[in-house]
Protein backbone atom coordinates (compact mmCIF):
# COMPACT_ATOMS: atom_id res chain seq x y z
CA UNK A 1 0.00 0.00 0.00
CA UNK A 2 1.16 3.47 -0.81
CA UNK A 3 2.35 6.43 1.77
CA UNK A 4 0.57 9.47 1.31
CA UNK A 5 2.50 12.38 3.09
CA UNK A 6 0.59 15.67 3.56
CA UNK A 7 2.37 18.87 3.34
CA UNK A 8 1.65 22.59 2.82
CA UNK A 9 4.07 24.53 0.58
CA UNK A 10 6.53 27.26 2.07
CA UNK A 11 8.27 26.58 4.78
CA UNK A 12 6.34 23.51 6.06
CA UNK A 13 7.65 22.07 3.00
CA UNK A 14 11.23 23.25 2.57
CA UNK A 15 12.11 22.59 6.22
CA UNK A 16 10.77 18.82 5.73
CA UNK A 17 12.93 18.19 2.87
CA UNK A 18 15.97 17.11 5.16
CA UNK A 19 13.94 15.08 7.16
CA UNK A 20 12.22 13.44 3.75
CA UNK A 21 16.03 13.22 3.01
CA UNK A 22 16.73 11.20 5.77
CA UNK A 23 14.01 8.93 4.94
CA UNK A 24 15.00 8.27 1.96
CA UNK A 25 12.47 10.17 -0.10
CA UNK A 26 13.40 13.09 -2.79
CA UNK A 27 10.22 14.70 -3.77
CA UNK A 28 10.20 14.94 -7.78
CA UNK A 29 9.03 18.10 -7.85
CA UNK A 30 8.71 21.53 -5.71
CA UNK A 31 5.19 22.63 -5.09
CA UNK A 32 6.57 26.20 -5.04
CA UNK A 33 6.94 26.19 -9.06
CA UNK A 34 4.60 23.60 -10.00
CA UNK A 35 0.89 23.44 -9.97
CA UNK A 36 0.87 19.70 -8.80
CA UNK A 37 -1.39 18.74 -5.83
CA UNK A 38 -0.18 15.23 -6.06
CA UNK A 39 3.37 14.86 -6.12
CA UNK A 40 5.43 12.01 -6.94
CA UNK A 41 8.72 10.84 -5.05
CA UNK A 42 12.11 8.87 -5.70
CA UNK A 43 10.00 6.00 -3.99
CA UNK A 44 7.28 4.22 -6.17
CA UNK A 45 5.75 3.76 -2.66
CA UNK A 46 5.42 7.23 -1.24
CA UNK A 47 3.52 10.13 -2.22
CA UNK A 48 3.10 13.76 -1.23
CA UNK A 49 0.06 15.94 -1.34
CA UNK A 50 -0.10 19.37 -1.28
CA UNK A 51 -2.62 20.78 1.25
CA UNK A 52 -3.25 24.41 2.98
CA UNK A 53 -1.70 24.59 6.20
CA UNK A 54 -4.73 24.13 8.05
CA UNK A 55 -6.27 21.85 6.33
CA UNK A 56 -3.23 19.42 6.85
CA UNK A 57 -5.00 17.67 10.38
CA UNK A 58 -8.33 16.92 8.04
CA UNK A 59 -6.55 15.14 5.77
CA UNK A 60 -4.56 13.03 7.93
CA UNK A 61 -7.52 12.72 10.37
CA UNK A 62 -9.90 10.89 7.80
CA UNK A 63 -7.14 8.86 6.04
CA UNK A 64 -6.64 10.47 2.99
CA UNK A 65 -2.87 11.11 4.24
CA UNK A 66 -1.20 8.57 6.45
CA UNK A 67 1.10 11.22 7.60
CA UNK A 68 1.06 14.80 7.55
CA UNK A 69 3.12 17.67 9.59
CA UNK A 70 1.57 20.49 10.74
CA UNK A 71 2.25 23.21 13.04
CA UNK A 72 1.59 23.44 16.99
CA UNK A 73 -0.92 26.15 16.55
CA UNK A 74 -2.85 24.27 13.72
CA UNK A 75 -3.46 21.58 15.64
CA UNK A 76 -4.25 23.55 18.59
CA UNK A 77 -7.17 24.60 16.63
CA UNK A 78 -8.04 21.75 14.94
CA UNK A 79 -8.43 19.69 18.54
CA UNK A 80 -6.19 16.58 17.29
CA UNK A 81 -8.75 13.81 17.35
CA UNK A 82 -7.81 10.59 15.05
CA UNK A 83 -4.36 11.94 15.02
CA UNK A 84 -1.26 10.47 16.33
CA UNK A 85 1.34 12.96 17.18
CA UNK A 86 4.87 11.24 17.98
CA UNK A 87 7.40 13.67 17.02
CA UNK A 88 8.02 17.35 17.64
CA UNK A 89 10.52 17.88 14.53
CA UNK A 90 11.43 21.53 16.18
CA UNK A 91 11.03 23.07 12.75
CA UNK A 92 8.91 26.12 11.58
CA UNK A 93 9.65 27.60 14.48
CA UNK A 94 7.64 30.99 16.13
CA UNK A 95 5.84 32.08 19.31
CA UNK A 96 2.09 32.54 19.23
CA UNK A 97 2.56 36.43 21.46
CA UNK A 98 0.00 39.18 22.07
CA UNK A 99 0.93 42.04 20.24
CA UNK A 100 -0.63 45.59 20.43
CA UNK A 101 0.13 49.17 18.61
CA UNK A 102 3.10 50.89 20.13
CA UNK A 103 1.90 52.97 22.97
CA UNK A 104 -1.07 51.44 23.69
CA UNK A 105 -0.71 50.39 28.02
CA UNK A 106 -1.58 46.32 27.27
CA UNK A 107 -0.42 46.21 31.36
CA UNK A 108 -2.93 48.94 32.15
CA UNK A 109 -5.83 47.72 30.11
CA UNK A 110 -5.84 44.21 32.12
CA UNK A 111 -5.39 45.74 35.36
CA UNK A 112 -8.45 48.02 34.95
CA UNK A 113 -10.68 44.72 33.75
CA UNK A 114 -10.76 46.53 30.31
CA UNK A 115 -13.06 44.22 27.91
CA UNK A 116 -10.49 43.92 24.86
CA UNK A 117 -11.56 43.00 21.16
CA UNK A 118 -8.84 40.66 19.58
CA UNK A 119 -8.42 39.77 16.29
CA UNK A 120 -6.86 36.61 15.61
CA UNK A 121 -6.90 32.89 13.26
CA UNK A 122 -6.25 31.14 16.84
CA UNK A 123 -9.70 31.65 18.53
CA UNK A 124 -9.32 28.03 20.63
CA UNK A 125 -5.51 29.57 21.87
CA UNK A 126 -6.83 32.85 22.38
CA UNK A 127 -10.06 31.91 24.32
CA UNK A 128 -7.92 29.85 26.00
CA UNK A 129 -5.61 31.86 27.19
CA UNK A 130 -7.74 35.24 27.96
CA UNK A 131 -10.17 32.82 29.97
CA UNK A 132 -7.05 31.71 31.95
CA UNK A 133 -6.12 35.05 33.09
CA UNK A 134 -9.38 36.31 33.75
CA UNK A 135 -9.38 39.26 30.80
CA UNK A 136 -12.86 39.39 28.95
CA UNK A 137 -12.42 39.60 25.31
CA UNK A 138 -14.87 40.05 22.02
CA UNK A 139 -12.76 37.52 19.65
CA UNK A 140 -12.89 38.98 15.87
CA UNK A 141 -11.68 35.89 13.89
CA UNK A 142 -9.47 36.43 10.55
CA UNK A 143 -8.15 34.43 7.78
CA UNK A 144 -5.08 36.36 7.49
CA UNK A 145 -2.96 39.36 8.18
CA UNK A 146 -4.20 40.02 11.46
CA UNK A 147 -1.17 42.45 12.08
CA UNK A 148 -3.96 45.24 9.92
CA UNK A 149 -6.43 44.75 12.49
CA UNK A 150 -5.76 47.61 15.45
CA UNK A 151 -4.11 49.91 12.88
CA UNK A 152 -7.54 50.72 11.07
CA UNK A 153 -9.34 50.05 14.39
CA UNK A 154 -11.15 46.57 13.97
CA UNK A 155 -9.43 45.58 17.08
CA UNK A 156 -7.22 46.21 20.03
CA UNK A 157 -5.00 43.54 20.62
CA UNK A 158 -3.59 40.46 17.93
CA UNK A 159 -2.72 36.86 18.56
CA UNK A 160 -0.40 35.81 16.02
CA UNK A 161 2.96 34.25 15.20
CA UNK A 162 5.74 35.79 15.18
CA UNK A 163 8.96 34.16 14.14
CA UNK A 164 11.72 37.51 12.93
CA UNK A 165 8.95 39.80 14.41
CA UNK A 166 9.83 41.72 11.47
CA UNK A 167 6.00 41.79 10.82
CA UNK A 168 4.86 43.66 13.82
CA UNK A 169 7.89 45.95 13.78
CA UNK A 170 7.06 47.20 9.90
CA UNK A 171 3.42 47.62 11.21
CA UNK A 172 4.57 49.82 14.61
CA UNK A 173 2.81 47.06 16.67
CA UNK A 174 4.82 45.30 19.87
CA UNK A 175 4.45 41.88 21.21
CA UNK A 176 3.59 42.31 25.10
CA UNK A 177 2.62 38.55 25.98
CA UNK A 178 3.86 34.98 24.59
CA UNK A 179 0.79 32.46 24.73
CA UNK A 180 3.10 29.08 23.43
CA UNK A 181 6.14 28.25 21.84
CA UNK A 182 5.65 26.82 18.27
CA UNK A 183 6.79 23.85 16.19
CA UNK A 184 5.92 21.73 13.48
CA UNK A 185 4.84 17.91 14.34
CA UNK A 186 4.65 14.56 12.71
CA UNK A 187 1.09 13.39 12.67
CA UNK A 188 0.02 10.40 12.20
CA UNK A 189 -3.56 8.92 10.99
CA UNK A 190 -4.25 6.08 13.94
CA UNK A 191 -5.92 3.47 12.07
CA UNK A 192 -3.24 3.57 9.20
CA UNK A 193 -0.66 3.38 11.48
CA UNK A 194 -1.78 0.06 12.42
CA UNK A 195 -2.70 -1.31 9.10
CA UNK A 196 0.24 -0.31 7.20
CA UNK A 197 2.86 0.39 10.30
CA UNK A 198 5.47 -2.12 8.21
CA UNK A 199 4.99 1.00 5.47
CA UNK A 200 5.00 3.13 8.40
CA UNK A 201 6.90 3.28 10.71
CA UNK A 202 10.46 3.05 9.11
CA UNK A 203 9.67 6.94 7.61
CA UNK A 204 9.12 7.82 11.27
CA UNK A 205 11.52 6.17 12.91
CA UNK A 206 14.18 8.03 9.95
CA UNK A 207 12.22 11.34 11.61
CA UNK A 208 13.07 10.74 14.81
CA UNK A 209 16.73 10.12 14.10
CA UNK A 210 16.68 12.93 11.90
CA UNK A 211 15.54 15.44 14.55
CA UNK A 212 17.78 13.28 17.15
CA UNK A 213 20.84 14.41 14.92
CA UNK A 214 19.91 18.05 14.24
CA UNK A 215 18.88 18.91 17.93
O1 LIG B 1 -0.21 31.18 4.53
P1 LIG B 1 -1.52 30.45 4.66
O2 LIG B 1 -2.64 31.35 5.05
O3 LIG B 1 -1.81 29.50 3.55
O4 LIG B 1 -1.41 29.47 5.92
P2 LIG B 1 -0.39 29.55 7.06
O5 LIG B 1 0.06 30.93 7.36
O6 LIG B 1 -1.00 28.77 8.20
O7 LIG B 1 0.78 28.69 6.43
P3 LIG B 1 2.32 28.96 6.41
O8 LIG B 1 2.87 28.01 5.41
O9 LIG B 1 2.60 30.42 6.27
O10 LIG B 1 2.75 28.51 7.86
C1 LIG B 1 2.76 27.16 8.20
C2 LIG B 1 3.20 27.01 9.65
O11 LIG B 1 4.48 27.60 9.83
C3 LIG B 1 2.31 27.71 10.65
O12 LIG B 1 1.17 26.94 10.96
C4 LIG B 1 3.26 27.85 11.85
O13 LIG B 1 3.23 26.68 12.64
C5 LIG B 1 4.64 27.97 11.18
N1 LIG B 1 5.24 29.32 11.24
C6 LIG B 1 6.50 29.58 11.67
C7 LIG B 1 4.69 30.48 10.85
C8 LIG B 1 5.64 31.48 11.11
N2 LIG B 1 6.77 30.90 11.60
C9 LIG B 1 5.33 32.86 10.80
N3 LIG B 1 6.15 33.75 11.05
N4 LIG B 1 3.49 30.79 10.31
C10 LIG B 1 3.21 32.07 10.02
N5 LIG B 1 4.07 33.11 10.24
C11 LIG B 1 3.60 34.47 9.85
C12 LIG B 1 2.88 35.18 10.99
O14 LIG B 1 1.51 34.81 11.01
C13 LIG B 1 3.07 36.64 10.64
O15 LIG B 1 2.13 37.10 9.70
O16 LIG B 1 4.69 35.32 9.49
C14 LIG B 1 4.43 36.65 9.99
C15 LIG B 1 5.45 37.03 11.04
O17 LIG B 1 6.74 36.69 10.67
P4 LIG B 1 7.95 37.60 11.17
O18 LIG B 1 9.17 36.87 10.73
O19 LIG B 1 7.79 38.92 10.49
O20 LIG B 1 7.87 37.71 12.66
MG1 LIG C 1 1.21 32.14 5.95
Redesign the pocket.
Known sequence: MPVTIAL?????FDETLPLLAAAGIAPSENPDTSRKLIIGTNRADVRLVIV???DTPTYVEYGAADLGI?????LAEHGGAGLYQPLDLGI???RMMVAVPEGFDYAAAVRTGARLRVATKYMRAAREHFAAKGVHVDLIKL?????LAPLVGLADVIV?????????RANRLVAVEEIAK???RLIVNQAALKLKRAELQPVIDAFAGAVATHA
Open positions: SKGRIRASAGKDVAACYGSMEDLVSSGNTLISA
